[in-house]
């Protein structure tokens, strides 16, 4: 494993790809990155051990020079920001190259929240399955990283979170345990066909999150619910896509009913448990100060 293998990673910029390229060059495999010319996040890549084209996935062809030779592509679609129209032409490409495909999906395609019609995950993963490729699809929980987004700029400013459904409970998985299952997919047969869940080893309310964080930083927080009707029109003002916004906030008004689910995924497919949140609060703790 690794030496023979060339892998592409497209969406090497996010919360997940720079930590699946570290990996990668770890395992000695051959690495590149698809990296739009004017990516603002290209420094979260390593300076060395990585090649990196441009190209860009509303324009399939460009994406040949990267394919070229690549065993192995992991995809992240940017929905928040390109939509899926050219999705089976950039499919089409991969598949001419590539042997297998790793898609970073959603537990919402799991459970059944997210549907075919919505041109999302649940979308993609139908149009991979109809390929000629070897398929694995990382369906996973919010990834930790996600409460620096949510939470950092507000606790700065006060120490006060405001957002909706403070007791939504989630199972957010690390971002490095979600690469480290992705690696495993890239570089071998074994999860070929199959749809991982990949949950973090615990299930927390927003609130409790926000409390271990003040813990680590050593601040005392507090939550404040904010009506979702607010939060709405403020996540669409950011950019946010109107349906997947509204989406994304009747997902975690269900999960004060319903928390999400844990799986023993991570630890089956790398041998050890995920990370706690509290792990990756104390990585990042200073992002919060």
């Not at 004017?38 to 996935?57: I, K, Q, S, Y």
């Not at 192995?72 to 590539?98: G, K, Q």
């Not at 957002?163 to 047969?189: F, K, N, Q």
């Not at 991982?196 to 271990?212: A, C, K, N």
Request: hydrophobic share 45%.
């Amino acid at each position: 494993m690794g030496a023979d293998i060339t892998a592409l990673v497209i969406g090497a910029t996010g919360n997940v790809g720079p930590n699946v390229v570290r990996q990668l060059i770890g395992e000695g495999v051959t690495t590149r990155v698809l990296l739009l010319a004017d990516d603002p996040r290209a420094g979260r890549l390593p300076d060395e051990g990585v090649e990196v084209f441009h190209g860009d996935l509303a324009d399939p062809d460009s994406l040949l020079p990267a394919l070229d030779g690549v065993e192995s592509v992991l995809l992240m679609w940017p929905f928040f920001t390109l939509n899926v129209d050219t999705a089976p032409a950039v499919l089409e490409r991969i598949e001419r190259h590539a042997r297998r495909v790793v898609f970073v999906s959603s537990i919402g395609v799991h459970i059944g929240y997210e549907h075919t019609d919505n041109n999302c995950h649940a979308y993609l993963e139908g149009l991979i399955e109809k390929t000629g490729l070897e398929w694995t699809f990382l369906q996973t929980t919010g990834f930790t990283a996600n409460a620096r987004l949510s939470y950092a700029q507000q606790i700065k400013a006060g120490g006060v979170v405001r957002s909706p459904y403070g007791t939504a409970a989630r199972s957010s998985i690390h971002e490095e345990d979600v690469a480290a299952v992705a690696v495993r997919a890239l570089t071998g047969s074994e999860l070929a066909g199959r749809r991982l869940v990949i949950t973090g080893p615990e299930v927390l309310t927003q609130i409790q999150q926000v409390e271990i964080i003040g813990e680590v930083i050593g601040r005392e927080l507090s939550w404040e619910d904010v009506p979702a009707e607010a939060a709405l029109e403020a996540m669409v003002g950011a950019g946010w896509p109107p349906a997947y916004a509204s989406g994304a906030l009747d997902y975690f008004a269900m999960l004060t009913e319903e928390p999400e689910l844990i799986t023993t995924t991570v630890e089956e497919v790398i041998g050890r448990p995920p990370r706690t949140f509290r792990e990756w609060a104390v990585e990042f703790a200073d992002d919060f100060r």
